[in-house]
């Protein structure tokens, strides 16, 4: 266990909590349908690059490269860096939010979580920090405590989950599409093949790997599916929106209790520290792979010097802008938000190419009906983010 976990739980970040939150807020149990329909979509994404990591023993920046060029390679690394930058950003800003709520200042929790992230990321050890991570996971069960705590509807839940309900609302639509933004994000396709690769999980460990991430989807989807359940049983009902992670916590304490604000906030903290710590090393390790340059928590600074450098960079400039006063952050993440809606599609195909490609993948490459789930999820994809595109140019 490990890779397809991490994986799937570091998708749960700052942004995920806030997407959830806010479609709870706004919408009651109204979009809880949409968990299990991301969940298979997540599987689909994730299990391919889990497999393809394990038969090829490479990440997916190196069979990019392979199969396309090394012109293709470098745009989607520039992509990727540029998205990622913006996304562990968030993360800083999710984990001063959260500690914001116990009192701790911006100036106090940023630097000491950026040192902390650093000198985790920099322990040399994959299996060390696999294991240090999967322990910060544990934080999420306090998102089923408080789902719990608040006393839901359960037969209604259920229902809700089981029935979509559909609502003719921009804002219900455009929460729909950000919600597999939150829940697949390009990243995360090089996190599950490039954590397979580290570990050195081989083709014969490819059912403990479908168990694995497997597992990671569902657990990840329990947890999007609680939080959603908490504030639309606590915050729609009171007609309280929210717009961030933190608002929706300060918000449950005055309707069922201080408890409640401190189960959600160390939750988005330990979402966003998981995230923080995963986000610097993928960037550099694809970045590093696609070049042909060393990579790997395992290898030093003389062995890996661009590595451990882009690691440094981008913990640096992400904790540095978020400490700055007046910045844009909510400008910087919806550039994020772009570049990923562009490239998750693109990538996704290079996937499914290069899965379906038996010179690649040998017995291991995609049948039939696995090549069909996963260009049904490609379509799916690509037709909400041109939607998405197209809301935020009409404003909406």
């Avoid at 069979?63 to 396309?68: A, S, V």
């Avoid at 860096?81 to 009192?103: D, K, M, R």
């Avoid at 600074?301 to 909510?330: G, K, M």
């Avoid at 490459?365 to 041109?386: D, Q």
Wanted: glycine share 8%.
């Amino acid at each position: 266990m490990g890779p397809g976990l991490l994986a799937a739980l570091a998708g749960a970040d700052a942004g995920g909590v806030a997407t959830y939150s806010n479609a709870g807020a706004a919408f009651g149990f109204a979009q809880l349908w949409t968990v299990p329909v991301m969940c298979f979509l997540l599987i689909v994404a994730q299990e391919t690059a889990a497999r393809m990591g394990c038969v090829t023993g490479k990440g997916l920046a190196s069979l990019i490269r392979e199969q396309f060029g090394v012109r293709l390679s470098a745009l989607a690394m520039l992509a990727l860096l540029a998205s990622n930058t913006t996304v562990t950003l968030s993360e800083f800003a999710g984990i001063a939010s959260g500690l914001a709520l116990f009192g701790v200042p911006t100036y106090v929790s940023v630097p000491v979580a950026a040192v902390v992230i650093w000198l985790l990321t920099m322990s040399g050890s994959y299996r060390r920090i696999e294991k240090i991570l999967l322990a910060v996971a544990c934080v999420f069960v306090v998102y089923v405590v408080a789902g719990v705590m608040v006393g839901p509807d359960w037969g209604d839940a259920l229902s809700a989950t089981l029935v979509p309900r559909l609502s003719g609302d921009p804002r219900y639509l455009s929460l729909l599409v950000a919600n597999v933004g939150t829940t697949i994000a390009p990243w995360m396709l090089f996190l599950a093949q490039n954590n397979v690769v580290e570990k050195n999980a081989r083709a014969e460990d490819l059912p403990y790997q479908r168990i694995d991430t497997v597992t990671g989807a569902v657990v990840a989807s329990v947890i999007s599916w609680f939080i959603i359940l908490t504030t639309g049983a606590v915050l729609y009902p009171a007609g309280i929106t929210v717009d961030s992670a933190q608002a929706a916590a300060s918000a449950l304490a005055p309707l069922v209790g201080d408890y409640a604000e401190a189960l959600f906030g160390a939750g988005l903290v330990g979402a966003s520290f998981l995230a923080a710590c995963v986000l610097p090393s993928v960037t550099s390790s694809a970045i590093c792979e696609a070049f042909g340059w060393e990579r790997g928590a395992d290898r030093s600074w003389a062995e890996a010097p661009v590595y451990r450098s882009i690691i440094t960079a981008v913990v640096l400039v992400s904790a540095a802008v978020v400490v700055l006063p007046n910045v844009d952050l909510f400008g910087i993440m919806m550039l994020a938000q772009v570049i990923n809606g562009v490239l998750l599609p693109v990538l996704l195909v290079f996937m499914v190419l290069i899965a379906g490609d038996r010179h690649v993948m040998g017995r291991n490459a995609n049948g039939r009906v696995w090549n069909a789930l996963t260009w049904a999820t490609i379509v799916a994809v690509t037709v909400l983010t041109v939607v998405m595109f197209v809301m935020q140019a009409a404003g909406l």
